[in-house]
């Protein structure tokens, strides 16, 4: 079935660095872009970054522009979150989710289950 | 950036109530409009998309409406398993934005 399976959350001390992974299954990787979305404790949701189906385009929110990086290895089914100079308000629950077009401009359909990141000192 | 107001906040209802949830956008953003359920500790689930395509599985008594810049959520007759969060997302237009959020309770 439609899977995504995000790891790699974890306890980080404020200005480290972290990577996040997101593992596909159950549908072809390379023709979906791709989001992450977080979720800090007892708030919403926050949209954070996406990536095309190819790569070649990506957009992320003013809050993490410059800290945060997404990208995609295709041939390994697998997105990934780069994420620098980390900060207390980066403390969230971190999703994965797939977007219904190439272009990564629209909804998400499938969602993962999350990975939670917490940053303290 | 465009923002999107949901309301109200919280809402409390009753079993086989009819409820109606609303997302006001900032500017006209046509009927790129999706709704989300989510319940606690798990993640959100894709209910609506284009204002008012239900996604498939999504039972019919959720249904969405409107354009523009304001939107509604309905839930014809609220079933137990419909006690959740639920939020509005804007798309076709970075950043993709959430509204706040309602919350469904039990009255």
């Known amino acids: 079935q439609v899977q995504l399976v995000e790891s790699g959350g974890g306890v980080v001390q404020p200005g480290r660095s972290l990577r996040l992974t997101c593992a596909a299954s159950?549908?072809?990787?390379?023709?979906?872009?791709l989001h992450w979305v977080r979720q800090a404790p007892g708030k919403g949701l926050e949209w954070m970054a996406v990536?095309?189906?190819?790569?070649?385009?990506?957009y992320y929110a003013d809050s993490v522009k410059g800290r945060f990086t997404i990208s995609r290895d295709n041939s390994k089914n697998t997105l990934y979150l780069q994420m620098n100079s980390l900060r207390f308000e980066d403390t969230a629950v971190y999703y994965c989710a797939r977007d219904p077009s190439n272009s990564g401009d629209y909804y998400m359909d499938v969602w993962g289950k999350g990975t939670t990141v917490t940053v303290s000192s | 950036d465009i923002q999107m107001t949901q309301s109200p906040s919280t809402l409390s209802a009753s079993v086989g109530d009819r409820v109606t949830i609303t997302c006001r956008a900032s500017?006209?953003?046509?009927?790129?409009l999706a709704w989300y359920q989510q319940k606690p500790g798990k993640a959100p689930k894709l209910l609506i998309y284009k204002a008012s395509n239900l996604e498939s599985g999504v039972p019919s008594r959720f249904s969405g409406s409107g354009s523009g810049t304001e939107f509604t959520l309905t839930i014809s007759s609220l079933q137990p398993a419909d006690f959740a969060t639920y939020y509005c997302q804007l798309y076709n237009s970075y950043p993709l934005t959430f509204g706040g959020g309602t919350k469904v309770e039990i009255k």
């Open positions: 159950g549908f072809t990787f390379s023709t979906y872009a």
């Open positions: 500017q006209s953003i046509s009927s790129w």
């Open positions: 990536i095309s189906y190819d790569g070649s385009s990506k």
